[in-house]
């Protein structure tokens, strides 16, 4: 079974350009995630689509950031313009639902390899 | 907005010692997830715990759900250099709301 894919791996730009992700989840998986991990810290949800709707995006930067996920398979995330504080490592992860013990629903998320950012 | 914290941040120790690490918040999860990250790649999914309680093995890891699933931890035997990595919990609550703590970077010398 084929992996979440992304691409570019890495990508440096100066502030104020834009610049764009693309993610490729696993075939079948309905949920898709975009993070942003700064150096040192944990991954950081910026939006969550369930199919081509957007379930959770409070933490997206809405003046600079932008997301779609068109026809519910691939997806892209925009940054216009970039800020120096923007440099990290952009993780995208895509998921289905699992039934768990209890009759709970587990949601467990396989990630791509992401896309370091450096904003100069 | 749950908070997650992981402690130790940092970790090294010598092939062959044991360690523990430590994932707290004082909110109730349904789910707790743990994961390693290596560099240049993305978290990998290592166990999922759903009952306060639980305790998983996976070859040389326990993991362990707090009684009242507000807390994990996870420990190693034995460790070995491939076991160096970057260890993070990520809680979930609500319908698929996960947050992830900032981790335990973890260093095993030969």
């Known amino acids: 079974e084929a992996g979440v894919a992304q691409s570019p791996r890495y990508k440096i730009i100066e502030k104020r350009q834009s610049v764009a992700f693309w993610c490729n989840p696993i075939?079948?998986?309905?949920?898709l995630y975009w993070y942003q991990q700064i150096l040192g810290q944990g991954p950081k949800l910026l939006i969550q689509?369930?199919?081509?709707?957007?379930?959770?995006d409070s933490q997206l930067p809405k003046d600079r950031f932008s997301a779609e996920r068109l026809k519910g398979v691939d997806s892209t995330l925009k940054i216009q313009p970039a800020k120096l504080e923007d440099s990290a490592v952009y993780l995208c992860?895509?998921?289905?639902?699992?039934?768990?013990?209890?009759?709970?629903?587990?949601?467990?998320?396989?990630f791509g390899p992401g896309t370091r950012l450096t904003v100069t | 907005t749950q908070l997650l914290e992981q402690s130790p941040q940092f970790l090294s120790i010598q092939e062959g010692e044991n360690l523990t690490v430590y994932c707290n918040s004082s909110?109730?999860?349904?789910?707790l997830q743990w994961y390693r990250q290596e560099p240049g790649e993305g978290p990998v999914l290592l166990v999922t715990?759903?009952?306060?309680?639980e305790v998983k093995k996976l070859k040389r890891l326990t993991f362990q759900f707090g009684d009242a699933r507000k807390d994990s931890s996870l420990h190693i035997t034995a460790a070995q250099p491939g076991d160096t990595g970057l260890y993070l919990c990520?809680?979930?609550?609500?319908?698929?709301?996960?947050?992830f703590g900032a981790g335990t970077r973890l260093t095993v010398k030969p």
């Open positions: 715990v759903v009952t306060g309680g």
């Open positions: 992860a895509s998921s289905s639902t699992r039934q768990g013990t209890a009759f709970k629903k587990t949601y467990e998320q396989y």
């Open positions: 075939s079948g998986h309905a949920t």
């Open positions: 990520a809680g979930v609550s609500g319908d698929n709301d996960m947050r």
């Open positions: 909110s109730v999860f349904s789910s």
């Open positions: 689509f369930q199919n081509n709707g957007v379930v959770d």
